[in-house]
Nanobody, 122 residues
């Protein structure tokens, strides 16, 4: 079973940057497309960015131009560099598999990590 541990969140001022990390157990990491998600209070979880095992990337409009997804297959680690953060980026951020990279279909399974809280506020 895949285990996911997100880290790197925190409190940051508007316009600031954060780099999130996600360590993934299991061999699936080296072959599966992965993604970063977030869930704001009272809202549904949304997929932000996805990356294949050969580092092709896709972004939703919420992330395009400000966020960069990357991965280190040797370390089983996924990253999300977030720049120009806005208060509306405040949410719990998660990583997980992506069901369909081409169509940016999010993972629908039950296994999720604890997430990492990002708060953007002055």
């Amino acid at each position: 079973q895949v285990q996911l541990v997100e880290s790197g969140g925190g409190l940051v001022q508007p316009g600031g940057s954060l780099r999130l990390s996600c360590t993934v157990s299991g061999r699936i990491f080296s072959i599966a497309p992965m993604g970063w998600y977030r869930q704001a209070l009272g809202k549904q979880r949304e997929l932000l960015a996805a990356i294949t095992n050969v580092a092709r990337t896709k972004y939703t409009d919420s992330a395009k131009g400000r966020f960069t997804i990357s991965r280190d297959n040797a370390k089983n680690t996924l990253y999300l560099q977030m720049n120009s953060l806005k208060p509306e980026d405040t949410a719990v951020y998660y990583c997980n598999l992506v069901d369909d990279f081409t169509n940016m279909a999010p993972f629908n399974g039950p296994t999720w990590g604890q997430g990492t809280q990002v708060t953007v506020s002055s």
